[in-house]
């Protein structure tokens, strides 16, 4: 079953969780997706210190916990910091380790001590052999998934080879595709990142075709008013007629 972790950027209001969480659970039930929520409750990675970084971990936990309790979906967030593991084992399913971070000892292993399945992103600067080490690190998580976000060569640019699901496969982890963060243009805004939204399906259509286990898709009922990642965001209407592409190509 294709998995699919899907959710907003960052946790802009309760409402907002509830409503993507409400509207993915039930279309992922729909179409037989392994469906996880994902939200951040801070961002430590932005272009800008002036840019809307969340609402922090204890209220940011509450509203997960919250998401979860009322629509009975699985939860997935990053954390930026070791003492943040346990903050959010309590609640969450899926620790994300951010791409910045991937190569943080600490962070990993933090996050692999709760027993959690451990996502690590792999680093936009790094190749797909280096997540050997970085999955190493994670032994005694529950489950270790790798994710596919694009490499930069600079120049505000994210390039996808869809080489590196096929490498990382080979680790003996589950691969999974960030469809939306694969077409970010990292600080192309000058203050803050933008992105080509209009290339979201073709990868995603590509890196299912390839064979991965699961997809990453940041999504939104707004997205040109998010208050981040936006225009990596897909609009919330959208995605039903994306994900029944998408299925086709999986289960053909």
């Known amino acids: 079953m294709l998995k699919l972790i899907a959710g ?24 037989n997706i392994d469906y996880y929520f994902k939200a951040s409750f801070a961002k430590a990675n932005r ?33 930026h910091e070791a003492w943040q593991a346990k903050e959010v084992a309590g609640v969450v399913d899926v620790i994300q380790i951010p791409a910045m971070l991937s190569r943080q000892t600490d962070l990993i292993e933090a996050a692999a001590k709760t027993g959690r399945i451990v996502n690590i992103k792999k ?4 190749d797909p052999y280096s997540m050997f080490h970085a999955s190493a690190k994670a032994s005694n998580a529950e489950e270790i ?47 803050k990142s933008t992105g080509q939204r209009e290339f979201i399906a073709p990868l995603a259509r590509a890196a299912v075709a390839v064979g991965i286990d699961g997809l990453f898709m940041e999504t939104h009922p707004d997205p040109d008013n998010a208050l981040s990642d936006g225009p990596n965001s897909i609009p919330l209407h959208e995605m039903k007629d994306l994900l029944i592409q998408l299925m086709r190509i999986h289960n053909d």
Not at 10 to 29: F, P, T
Not at 123 to 126: D, E, F
Not at 161 to 188: N, W, Y
């Open 47 to 79: 272009t800008s210190g002036a840019s809307y970084r969340g609402m922090g971990i204890h209220d940011g936990v509450d509203i997960l916990r919250k998401v979860k309790e009322k629509h009975g979906v699985r939860i997935v967030t990053d954390i």
């Open 145 to 191: 998934w790798l994710t596919e976000r694009g490499t930069t060569f600079g120049y505000n640019n994210l390039v996808v080879d869809m080489r590196s699901l096929e490498i990382m496969k080979k680790l003996g982890c589950k691969v999974i595709f960030d469809a939306t963060h694969s077409v970010q243009l990292p600080s192309g805004a000058g203050d």
């Open 8 to 31: 907003s950027c960052v946790i802009e209001s309760e409402d907002l969780c509830m409503e993507i969480a409400g509207h993915m659970k039930e279309l992922s039930q729909h179409l």
């Open 123 to 126: 680093s936009q600067g790094a």
